[in-house]
């Protein structure tokens, strides 16, 4: 029961600042779906795929608390440095509902980067991404890291390229895909699967990975989604013998390891499992690990 | 709003709690900065009065279900239930990086029974680096313990035997969630306190509706930030009045101007909590803004300032 590990777990938010961010932009992607993208050279420096920041209204009690958002890209200045972060959102609540109205000029509180993000194998060929709604996220940095289009991190960090990305993408009906011609411009191969066979495969989006893993040399999966989506990724990955990764989405309030809210099941190599925190030991685990069950 | 342009005025903000005494009244409450080395990139430890690392209990405890927390309007429900890695994790892994830290270190402590609290202050007591202790007494997220914030017998006898036990300053953390807030402080004073704190949160429910299910894991939880501070500000007052050891105020405080309604009503010190959330350096930011603040009633100790308040 003792929380192994966390003694030991890094300390994330070392590296991590807050700001007040500029509102650069925002665009519409696709049903209750929009970019917004922030003036943040310093954390657009330094965030990588996979890692979140934490968002808030600045002046604002009600929302009172940060939320906990993925990195969708960082974009350069003219002269080639990391200069905005962008961020992709679904109207879901409080927070989302207000960010709409928020116009270019305009700032936010945000701080980051947090969370472990994705460290993919060394010896990926053929990855795999699958995405549920906006757990799409993580992925078109991932992509475009692993296809070498490009670095992330300070210094940028070196991650061995894959010779395949494909992105399997499950929404509920086709107004609800958002930013595919950024996984098109990132390298993906990209396979959708709709609810209501608005676009591409009618039924789940997991069908497409069994058929994958049926029909490819997979090296290497990672996921982002509805927990029941993720746990199903995992326990096909793991009858194949395939690595997988899950980013997990947990109801956080600090993002920095101080409130004990955040946490998941995992399993401890002692036997048994415990409580650990997805802001600081996640939001990225090997999915063996987690405690589907619990 | 907390900017000074000018040189802060020459204000003494010590205060004393039993044998302690603090550089400036302003704490972080138990629960809301982990165990500190977590916030050690963007906080100015010497800058706070000191620090309250999450509540620790004789044996490690997994915590309650998740969903642990939900927000409400201005406010935060919580049932985190005490997760921890126990006393003996605490001491060998969590205390040397605390006690190095260049402020004053009170460590929080739960006890299912009056031998749990004692054998844990008696451990604590001769542990290098700590000043003092805080019985939490209030938490409402796990049962037993709470008992000792709800019954005037119950708690004054805990606090006789813990002091019995221990040298160090007492702190006993009390809830709400009772109908006489001055009586539990009195008899943590009978029983030996050193100062009594509140509030722990308030007792609360939130429900979604569409799934006819609460929003935490645990049910019930406790309620904090801005909405709790008048409920706090009247438990602090209440008190206050009937206790001659320091009280320090807790609940809702996210400003300077909150801060202060807490030494008005009789807070000798704070505790910033749910606010450190979204919000690391306001605490340093609050104590670098009294000395002017102090100033501005006219006096030149934090001291004189406390209790201040003019009820009809
Ligand atoms: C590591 C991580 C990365 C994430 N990345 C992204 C991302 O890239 N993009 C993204 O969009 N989200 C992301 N999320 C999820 C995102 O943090 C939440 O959706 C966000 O907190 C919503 O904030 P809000 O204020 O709009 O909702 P809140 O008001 O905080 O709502 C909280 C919860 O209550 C529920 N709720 C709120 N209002 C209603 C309502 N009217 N009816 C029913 N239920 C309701 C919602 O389901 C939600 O789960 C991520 C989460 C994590 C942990
Ligand atoms: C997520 C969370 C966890 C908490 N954990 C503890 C705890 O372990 N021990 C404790 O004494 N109080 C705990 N508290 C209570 C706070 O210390 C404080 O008394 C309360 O939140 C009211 O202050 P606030 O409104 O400024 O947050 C916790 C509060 C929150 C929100
Ligand atoms: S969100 Fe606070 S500990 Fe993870």
Known sequence: MRKSGSEDAPFLPDHAGFWQAEIVEQCRLARDTYRIRLHAPELAALITPGQFVMLRCPELRDPLLGRPFALYDTIDDRDGRPAHVDIVYLLKGKLTHLLPKRSAGQELEVWGPLGNGFVPPSRAQHAVFVAGGIGQTPFVALAKELTGRRRYGRPPRVVSQATKVTLCYGARSAEWLAGLPDFEAAGCDIRIATDDGSRGHHGWVTDLLAELLETADVDWVATCGPEVMMATVARMTAQRKVGCHVSLETPMACGIGACFSCVVPVKEEEGGWDYKRTCVEGPVFPAEQIAWEV | ?312
Request: glycine share 10%.
């Open chain 2, 1 to 312: 709003m907390m900017e000074t342009t000018t040189d802060p005025p020459a204000v003494d903000l010590t205060v004393s709690i039993g044998s302690l005494s603090l550089a400036n009244p302003v704490l972080v409450a138990s629960g809301t900065f982990g165990y500190a080395r977590e916030l050690a990139g963007l906080v100015d430890f010497s800058l706070l009065g000191g620090i309250l690392p999450k509540t620790i209990t004789r044996e490690p405890r997994k915590g309650n279900p998740p969903p642990r927390t939900a927000e409400t309007t201005a406010g935060l429900l919580n049932a985190i239930g005490l997760d921890n890695d126990g006393l003996e994790h605490f001491l060998t892994h969590r205390l040397p990086y605390l006690a190095s830290l260049p402020t004053s270190l009170i460590v929080s402590i739960a006890g299912r029974s009056i031998e749990e609290f004692t054998e844990m202050a008696g451990e604590l007591d001769g542990a290098a680096g700590v000043d003092a202790l805080e019985l939490n007494i209030s938490c409402p997220n796990v049962s037993g313990g709470v008992d000792y914030g709800v019954s005037p017998a119950r708690c004054e006898e805990l606090l006789r035997q813990v002091r019995s036990r221990c040298h160090l300053p007492l702190i006993a953390k009390l809830t709400p969630n009772v109908t006489r807030v001055d009586e539990m402080a009195r008899a943590a004073e009978a029983g030996g306190a050193d100062a009594v704190s509140l509030i722990n949160t308030v007792s609360a429910l939130g429900v979604d509706w569409r799934r006819c299910r609460s929003l935490l894991g645990n049910g019930l939880g406790g309620l904090s930030g801005p909405s709790i501070k008048p409920i706090a500000l009247r438990c602090v007052w209440q008190a206050a009045q009937a206790v001659s050891i320091p009280v320090i105020g807790i609940g809702g405080i996210s400003s300077l101007d909150d801060a202060m309604e807490f030494a008005v009503c009789g807070a000798s010190a704070i505790q910033v909590g749910t606010a450190n959330y979204y919000d690391p350096t306001l605490a340093q930011r609050i104590a670098a803004s009294l000395p002017a603040a102090v100033a501005e009633l006219g006096a030149h100790k934090w001291m004189d300032v406390v209790g201040k308040l003019q009820m009809p």
